[in-house]
Each structure stands twice: as C-alpha cells, then as structure tokens.
C-alpha cells in the first residue's frame, strides 16, 4: 500500500466523520476492488480518521454547552435535572457509556455524530471516548473492506 493512499484514506475519513454525506463505507468498498489485501491496514487508518472528527463534534458541543445561551437554557429546573442525571450517569458508569459509544460506532444505532456531540455535552471521559470510537470504526471498516475483498475473491 502507498503512503500516499494512506494519507487519501485518512484524510478523507476525517471529511466524513464531519460530513455525514461522505459515505466512508462506500468509498472503503470501492477502495477494497481496487487495492488487495490491506484491509485492516486501511480500516484503522480510516478508524483513526473517523475518530479524529467525531472529536471534533465532542469538542464543539462540549464547549458549546458552556455558552451563555445554553446555559441559560439549561435554567429550567427539568432541564437542569435531566442533565445532571446523565452527566452522572456518564462520569459514574465510565462502561455503559463506553458501551453506547462502541455500540454507536460499530452499528451506527443510534447515529455516531450524535453520540459524539451528547458525549461532549455530557463530558464524557476522554479515555472512554476515543478508543471505543476507534475500536468501533477500525473494526466496522474492516468488515466491509473484508466483505468486498471475499466477494471479489
């Protein structure tokens, strides 16, 4: 494998970890008919691309919540309950969060970008965050370009 399909595969999953219209599996299916025999290689490239723009999304929400605006929406007593709930559910079950997050980047149910951005809002711990991202795409990647390259033989 090249260095320079290398730097392509990561950059173009970062584009689609911040763009959802860029269908990173189809591109890595398409890569698969095209370049053999790589495909854990070129799935944790793409997984650790992906991962670096889910943080993106975590870092923005995250410091999105503490903006006056939010913060005043946050005044509600409801709204104020719900959140400290969670937020401590994140921060006392670091692995049933981690579990969300690795289930949201393998399955994509619920959708990771949203994921990503409650995990920010909630402060999710870094440690959880970033390897059950990456161990979730790395592994989804993988699956598709192993997919193709047994289909094509």
């Known amino acids: 494998m090249s260095l320079s399909l290398a730097f392509w595969t990561f950059g173009v999953s970062i584009a689609s970890a911040l763009f959802p219209l860029i269908n990173m599996e189809v591109i890595l299916g398409g890569m698969a008919a095209t370049v ?12 650790a691309g992906q ?21 005043k929406k946050l005044t509600g007593d409801k709204v ?16 049933f969060a981690g579990a969300i997050m690795l289930i949201s980047s393998f399955g994509g149910i619920p959708p990771l ?32 370009l192993a997919g193709v ?5």
């Not at 053999?36 to 997984?47: N, S």
């Not at 670096?52 to 919540?65: C, D, F, L, M």
């Not at 970008?113 to 999710?124: E, N, Q, S």
């Not at 390259?149 to 033989?153: A, K, N, W």
């Open 36 to 47: 053999g025999g790589h495909a854990f290689t070129l799935a944790a490239i793409a997984g």
């Open 51 to 71: 991962t670096i723009g889910k943080i993106v999304w975590y870092e923005a929400t995250r410091r999105s919540i503490e903006t006056d605006w939010v913060q």
């Open 80 to 95: 104020k309950a719900s959140y400290a709930r969670w937020q401590a559910r994140m921060e006392g079950r670091p692995f």
């Open 113 to 144: 970008l949203v994921m990503a951005a409650v995990a920010g809002a909630l402060k999710m711990r870094m440690w959880v965050f970033l390897p059950t991202i990456f161990v979730g795409r790395t592994l989804r990647f993988w699956l598709v």
């Open 149 to 153: 390259e047994s289909l094509l033989g």
